[in-house]
Each structure stands twice: as C-alpha cells, then as structure tokens.
C-alpha cells in the first residue's frame, strides 16, 4: 500500500533538503508493529533536523520524532489491530523513518498504549514536549519538591515544553513562575495557570556565584545563562531541571549553589527514556494535565506546511504546540 510522507534527503555538499514523496511500505525499515499514522507534531529538535547534521543520521529518511495513531498489524501479543498508541523518541528521525508519514513500521518496546482519556490528536499536542515536561515534574516530586516547599520557575514558558509544565504544575497546586520575553503572550501564560511572569531578560545576565533564594524549583528549557541564574536563586535543597539549549550548550555556573545550598541539577532524556517511565509519565499526563487548556496551546497543520512551520520554530515565532495532520 502506498502512503505520503516527507523525505529528508542529503546533497553532496551536505545540504539537507526535503520533500513530499508517495512511497510503498517495503520502505519503512525494520519492526514488528505497523501504525496507521493519524497525528505528528513539530518539536524544536524536528525544527532543527533540517539545518543541523547531527538530527538526521540517515539518508533518505523520514523526519518527525513523534507520531500517534492505530495498529494495523502486530506480531508483539501486547499490541492488537485497533490499539491507539503513541510512539517518541527513540530512534525516530535519526536512525528510523519517524512520524511524518501515512504510516510507521516501529519495534514494539517503542510504543506505549494511549490511556482512555487522551485522543491521538491530543497525544501529539502532548507529544514529546509534554511527555518532557512531565519527566521534569516526576524529578521534582523525586527531589521532594511539593507546592509547599515554594515558586516554580519555568523558563521557555511559551514553548512546547514550558506551556504544557506550566498547566501540569498548575493543576498540581504549584505556584508558577513563568519566564518570558514575549509580553503578548503574558494573558496566554496566565491562563494556562502562571502566578507571576518574569521578563527573561533578568536570567539572561551573568550569574551570580550564589544569589538570593528566590524559588523552590526551576524546570529549564533554554540552558547558559538562564540555567546558571535558575540554579543561582534555588533554595536549600532545590531541585533544577535541564531539557533544552536554545539558549545555548554551555553552563557557567559557580559549584557554590551545589555545595552550600545541596541543589539538584537534574537532566532529563526523553528520547531513550525506560518504558516503565514512560507508562508513568502517560498515565500522570492523563490525570494531571488539564486537555481543555491544552486546546488553547495548539497550532494545527498539513503535511505541506512542515518546512515552513519549522523554519519559524527555528526564528521563535511559534508558541505553544504544532500538530500536524499527516493524512491532508
């Protein structure tokens, strides 16, 4: 049977460009669990797979690090034709042929079944993003972070990851403090459940070795300077996260806040992430993030708008969550 998917291919100058192709199934690669394809999403690092050649280790390949949709065929027992499943991560997009595609050809241990109360749309507004985003809150409540102990910082918070973190704290009961520099979008934060907005200006200054406790926690999506402000201001025995670098790779950061304050930098890995954690954080995604303001979040696109989509990811012009409907 024949499908649509985007192509990303690699020139001989090592440029990477990509392409609407109708292929045939033989194609898809190794696995034992073939997905009708219903729903992808754009992520930061799908954005960046077609200017950076350290995404894509493959060519031809198909792109997309996520993908939702219903088995059609399986040789694993655990999966049946009709199951709603959710595959990120992985190898995806890097090594495997990923989810911007009619259909997906996976092995088994990839997948996680859907809990009932979230559609495979919802599943990919959610996505890696979401699924990020609550990996870094089962590391604060692993460090004993509770709403009691004080404010949550979440920086990035009109992105992916900060806009789904902060509804998950929210309705958790956490004080949230988002950080951003997009002053039209403070109404979109607050209504996804942030106390109190911070101009991101204010982390992206040099640190201090040690400065004033100021927030219990931090869940970081931008790293430099911001991670080493985030780290900086935590209380005795906080807990940070670290999930991205947009704001750059390097950490200049003072051990002080280690060692006298017993904080926790702790970084999170959704791509090869255990199963059993990711059954987890599924089913806490379930309970404890509000679907109706994920609905607020969300960006719907074709196929045919990816590129352009990613391009604008790639300037900062997308809030939010970008799903994209492979099947127009």
């Known amino acids: ?28 690669g190794d696995g034992d669990v073939t997905v009708a394809v219903e729903w992808s999403n754009l992520n930061f690092k799908d954005a960046i797979a ?48 990923g989810g911007y595609a009619q259909r997906a050809r996976v092995k088994s241990d990839w997948l996680v079944k859907l809990p009932e109360q979230i559609s495979t749309r919802d599943a990919m507004a959610i996505g890696t993003a979401g699924f990020t985003s609550m990996l870094s809150v089962l590391a ?17 918070a009109s992105g992916g990851v900060g806009s789904i973190a902060i509804a998950i704290l929210a309705k958790l009961g956490y004080r949230v403090i988002a950080s951003s520099g997009k002053t039209e979008e ?52 906080g807990v940070v996260t670290t999930c991205g670098f947009v704001g750059g790779m390097d950490l200049p950061v003072s051990v002080r806040p280690f060692i006298l304050r ?14 059993p954690i990711r059954e987890e954080a599924w089913r806490r995604l379930a309970s404890d993030l509000d679907l109706t303001k994920l609905q607020s979040t969300i960006t719907e696109i074709g ?26």
Not at 20 to 27: F, G, K, P, R
């Open 262 to 275: 017993n904080v926790t930098l702790a970084g999170i890995d959704s791509v090869n992430c255990p199963q």
């Open 303 to 328: 196929l045919g708008e990816v590129l352009e989509a990613a391009s604008r990811m790639r300037e900062g012009k997308i809030r939010g969550r970008t799903v994209i409907d492979v099947n127009r």
């Open 50 to 97: 077609y200017v950076s050649p350290l995404i894509i280790q493959k060519f031809p390949l198909i792109p997309g690090i996520d993908f939702a949709g219903t088995v059609e065929q399986s040789t694993d027992p655990r999966f049946a034709p009709g199951d709603r499943v959710v595959a990120t991560g992985w190898g995806l997009s890097q090594t495997h042929n």
């Open 186 to 237: 403070n109404a979109y934060l607050s209504a996804l459940g942030a106390s109190e907005i911070l101009d991101r200006a204010e982390l992206a200054v040099d640190a201090p070795p040690l400065g004033a406790e100021r927030w219990a926690a931090g869940i970081d999506t931008v790293g430099s300077k911001t991670l080493a402000n985030l780290i900086a201001h935590t209380k005795y025995r």
């Open 1 to 28: 049977m024949s499908f649509h998917a985007i192509v990303a291919q690699r020139a001989d100058s090592g440029a990477i460009s990509a392409s609407i192709e109708t292929l045939e199934e033989a194609v898809l």
């Open 140 to 156: 604060l409540e692993h460090g004993g972070i509770t709403p009691a102990r004080g404010d949550v910082v979440v920086t990035g």
